[in-house]
C-alpha cells in the first residue's frame, strides 16, 4: 500500500481547513443534497464529502459509509490532496498503490474510486468530492462525468465559503449586539414601575429603548425610537445616539433642547434615506403630583389607560428624527398632564401595531387598545405580550422590530420621591 506523501503546503492546508471550523460539526442539509445528487448521478452506493485533517479524514457528509472518519494514512482522498487533481481508480484490485489498502481488503470493499478535490479560492486543497463502488468500473468515468464531478466540487466550496461567511458575519453582529447593549442599559429601565419587551426580528434591532433621570430636576426621561429598517443597517445608528442621550441627560438639560440635538445628530450622520421615528415621555414629580410630558413623531398613538380602563391617545405629530436640520425642534404636544390616579401608560414600536393575530388580521392600534381597555390593571402587559408570541408562532416569517413599554406612575412616583 503506498500512503499519500503530504503536500509541501501542508500547513497552510490545514491553516486554511481549520478556517472552515467545520471539522466534527453536525449534519447540513446543504451538504447532504450534494451527495444524494451525486448518488443518483453516478449510480453509486457511496460517496463522501471529506475534509483532510492532519492524522485523519473526516466525512463532513456521506452515503454508504457507516464511520465518520478514518485514518489519513490509508485514505485515498489523501492522494488527491497531495497531487491536486483528479483520481480515477477504475478498480483497485488492480492498481498496486491500492490493492492491498485497508479500505479495499475490509470493509467497505472499495473496488472502485473517483474524487475531485475541494479548492479554496486561494488554491488549497482542503477536502475531496468522491464516489466509490463495491464493483469496479473498467472504464472508470467519462470526461463529462468528471466534469460533472468537479462542477459539484465547486459548489461544495461555495457552500464551505457561505458557511465560513455566515459564521464571520453571526460572530461579528454578536459583537455589535453587545456594544448596542452595554450603549443603552440604564438602571431606570429596572425600575418596578417599568416594564419592557423587547423582540428584534433579527439578531440587532433598529428599535431603542433609552431612559436615565435629568441631573438638574430629577424627572425620567424614556426615549422609544425606531430606525428605519432593521437588522444591522438599521442598528448602527444606535450606540451613537445612546450616548448622546445620556450626556444631555447628565448634563440636565431640557427635553426640548435634547429633542433639537438629537435630531441635529441625526440629521448630520445618516444617511439621506435614514431617520427616526421616535417618542420622548418626561415623568416628574411636582408638589401637586406625578406631571407627563409627551412627544410622539411616527410612533402609534401613545395610550394612557386609567383603572377603570378608559384611554387617552396621545397620536404622532411631529416630524421624525434626522429628516430636517433644525437646532430648535418643535415638540408638538409636548405638554405637561396630571394623569388620573392609578393610570399606566403604554408605547410602542410599530412592529406591536402591526403583528398579525391568529386570524391573519392586522392588529392595529385598536387592537391594542382593546387588549389592554379588557384586562385589569396588573395584567394588561402580560396580555399584550402573549399577543406578541402568539403572533410570533403564527407568522414566523412576517414579524418586524417589536419594543413594548409600559410605565406604571404609582411605582415611579416613589422613585421620583427619592432624590
Request: hydrophobic residues 40%; proline residues 5%; negative net charge.
Amino acid at each position: 500500500m503506498l500512503q499519500a506523501p503530504l503536500p509541501n503546503d501542508e500547513e497552510r492546508r490545514l491553516s486554511a481547513l481549520y478556517e472552515y471550523r467545520i471539522l466534527d460539526t453536525p449534519a447540513e442539509e446543504a451538504f447532504d443534497r450534494v451527495i444524494r445528487l451525486v448518488c443518483r448521478l453516478f449510480s453509486v452506493p457511496m460517496a463522501t464529502i471529506t475534509l483532510v485533517d492532519r492524522d485523519r479524514q473526516w466525512f463532513k457528509s456521506s452515503c454508504g459509509v457507516d464511520a465518520c472518519e478514518t485514518e489519513r494514512g490509508i485514505s485515498f482522498c489523501g492522494h488527491v490532496v497531495f497531487q491536486g487533481a483528479p483520481l480515477i481508480v477504475p478498480d483497485t484490485h488492480e492498481d498496486p498503490r491500492f490493492a492491498d489498502n485497508p479500505l479495499v481488503t475490509g470493509p467497505p470493499h472499495v473496488r472502485f474510486y473517483a474524487g475531485v478535490p475541494l479548492t479554496t479560492y486561494d488554491g488549497l486543497h482542503i477536502g475531496v468530492l468522491c464516489v466509490q463502488d463495491k464493483q469496479p468500473r473498467p472504464q472508470g468515468i467519462s470526461a463529462d462525468e468528471l466534469a460533472n464531478l468537479t462542477e459539484l466540487a465547486a459548489m461544495t466550496l461555495d457552500e464551505l465559503e457561505l458557511r465560513k461567511a455566515k459564521s464571520q458575519v453571526d460572530a461579528e453582529q454578536e459583537i455589535a449586539r453587545r456594544v448596542i447593549n452595554c450603549a443603552t442599559q440604564n438602571e431606570v429601565l429596572g425600575n418596578p414601575g417599568v416594564r419592557h419587551y423587547y423582540r428584534p426580528a433579527e439578531r440587532l434591532s433598529g428599535d431603542l429603548l433609552l431612559a436615565g433621570r435629568r441631573s438638574s430636576d430629577g424627572a425620567l426621561l424614556f426615549l422609544l425610537g425606531d430606525f428605519t429598517g432593521h437588522g444591522i443597517g438599521a442598528a448602527v445608528g444606535v450606540p451613537a445616539l445612546a450616548g448622546k442621550f445620556y450626556d444631555q441627560i447628565e448634563l440636565g438639560v431640557g427635553s426640548e433642547q435634547i429633542l433639537g440635538r438629537l435630531n441635529d445628530h441625526l440629521h448630520k450622520h445618516l444617511p439621506p434615506d435614514m431617520f427616526l421615528t421616535a417618542a420622548l415621555i418626561e415623568v416628574s414629580l411636582r408638589d401637586d403630583g406625578i406631571h407627563l410630558a409627551i412627544w410622539n413623531a411616527g410612533l402609534p398613538s401613545i395610550l394612557l389607560i386609567s383603572a377603570q380602563g378608559q384611554a387617552t391617545h396621545f397620536a404622532s405629530e411631529g416630524l421624525p428624527l434626522g429628516i430636517v436640520s433644525s437646532t430648535s425642534i418643535q415638540a408638538a404636544g409636548l405638554e405637561y398632564h396630571l394623569p388620573p390616579a392609578k393610570s399606566r401608560l403604554y408605547a410602542c414600536s410599530d412592529g406591536v401595531v402591526e403583528s398579525r393575530t391568529a386570524d391573519g388580521s392586522m392588529l392595529a392600534i385598536e387592537g391594542l387598545e382593546n387588549t389592554l381597555c379588557d384586562s385589569p390593571s396588573e395584567a394588561r402587559f402580560d396580555a399584550v405580550v402573549k399577543l406578541m408570541e402568539d403572533a410570533r408562532e403564527h407568522n414566523s416569517r412576517d414579524i418586524d422590530d417589536i419594543t413594548f413599554l409600559e410605565l406604571d406612575f404609582d411605582n415611579l412616583s416613589a422613585m421620583l420621591s427619592q432624590q
